[in-house]
């Protein structure tokens, strides 16, 4: 009886200093190693008051990409998974679709020919199907879509396909004072309904591509009406743009994953004091997926890659630095 009672004594302490461990560590999904140390280093820095590096509570912003930094990005962009929803939706609406390209190949239920056309197949797919209803409309038709769409290799909900990772990150971050931001390539209104839900950031701080609306009147009620015209396109060069539209104050933190957060990590790091960029490498084919320069999707060119060892911005590895990927994995 006696053992017994030492063995429950000496279990109980040691789950309690590994509870008391974890409460200590911020950022318990991150193996140790130069990545978590550099954003704890770089937290404690801005943050400690008479340190040369403080920065006051209100310049302490931090922008973070979207897909493939905080959620999944494979085996395509999810935005494209749900204007595909779309089409099939919308099809007995548009009988001219059986015969007209990329529709056609879309209803037949080939992808590959449907996307042979690049980047215009893939803006008439969106704008036949982010357009021509009021944003009200369209918000209910994304938060419908969202609250039940899976990822067809996982099967898990697609909100339960973003990296545990990160999530820790925007928590730790937040608790230290910062303010977070997504600047994304994806449609500002196709994340707005959903963000805050998700990774704790409310729509006002989304920045992303848009198309253009007008003001109406519908039964006597004010509307925005969303038109098949772009308005601007959140990618690249620009991001540094939205970011001063949008946020009009410099991060001094920015994350990203690919070739086209490039000039958000170069507009952070051109400001002056600490700063922390750092990019998210896929690197793990058997958690999650490998790739890099030879992607479409999410391309981390060998020449971002020598930018980023140039300008000594941290590369995270998926395989290295990550005990846990997504977030359905501490369920």
Same mark, same amino acid.
């Given at each position: 009886m006696k053992n017994i009672r030492s063995t429950i004594v000496v279990l109980a302490i040691t789950l309690a200093s590994l509870t008391f461990a974890r409460a200590q560590d911020p950022l318990p999904s991150w193996n140790d190693g130069p990545a978590k140390k550099s954003i704890v280093e770089f937290v404690a820095k801005v943050t400690k008051p008479g340190s040369p590096d403080f920065v006051p509570v209100p310049e302490r912003i931090a922008t973070f990409d979207n897909d493939g930094t905080l959620w999944c990005e494979q085996p395509m962009y999810f935005q494209l998974f749900f204007a595909l929803d779309r089409v099939k939706v919308l099809a007995p609406q548009h009988p001219e679709w059986k015969t007209n390209e990329p529709f056609a190949s879309l209803l037949k239920g080939d992808l590959k020919a449907a996307l042979a056309g690049g980047n215009h197949a893939m803006g008439e797919i969106v704008?036949?199907?982010?357009?021509?209803?009021?944003?009200?409309?369209?918000?209910?038709? /994304?938060?419908?879509?969202?609250?039940?769409?899976?990822?067809?290799?996982?099967?898990?909900?697609?909100?339960?396909?973003?990296?545990?990772?990160?999530?820790?990150?925007?928590?730790?971050?937040?608790?230290?004072?910062?303010?977070?931001?997504?600047?994304?390539?994806?449609?500002?209104?196709?994340?707005?309904?959903?963000?805050?839900? /998700?990774?704790?950031?409310?729509?006002?701080? /989304?920045?992303?591509?848009?198309v253009k609306t007008k003001y109406e009147m519908r039964d006597g009620k004010p509307v925005l009406v969303r038109l098949p015209e772009v308005n601007f396109i959140d990618d690249g060069p620009g991001k540094a743009v939205g970011i001063n539209q949008h946020i009009g104050r410099r991060p001094i933190a920015a994350f990203g994953n690919s070739d086209g957060d490039q000039q958000m990590l170069e507009w952070t790091g051109a400001g002056s004091g600490a700063r922390l960029m750092m990019l998210v490498h896929h690197d793990d084919a058997v958690r999650e997926f490998k790739y890099g320069a030879e992607s479409k999707i999410g391309t981390f060119s060998d020449a971002l890659m020598a930018e980023a060892k140039e300008k000594k911005w941290t590369v995270i590895s998926m395989k290295d630095d990550w005990k846990t990927i997504f977030v359905f994995e501490n369920k």
């Open positions: 704008m036949a199907t982010h357009t021509g209803m009021t944003t009200a409309e369209f918000e209910q038709i /994304v938060k419908d879509w969202i609250a039940t769409a899976k990822h067809p290799k996982t099967g898990h909900l697609l909100t339960e396909m973003t990296y545990q990772p990160m999530h820790e990150l925007l928590a730790y971050l937040r608790a230290n004072g910062f303010k977070t931001f997504i600047v994304s390539g994806g449609g500002i209104e196709f994340m707005r309904p959903w963000t805050e839900q /998700v990774y704790g950031i409310p729509p006002e701080q /989304v920045v992303g591509s848009s």
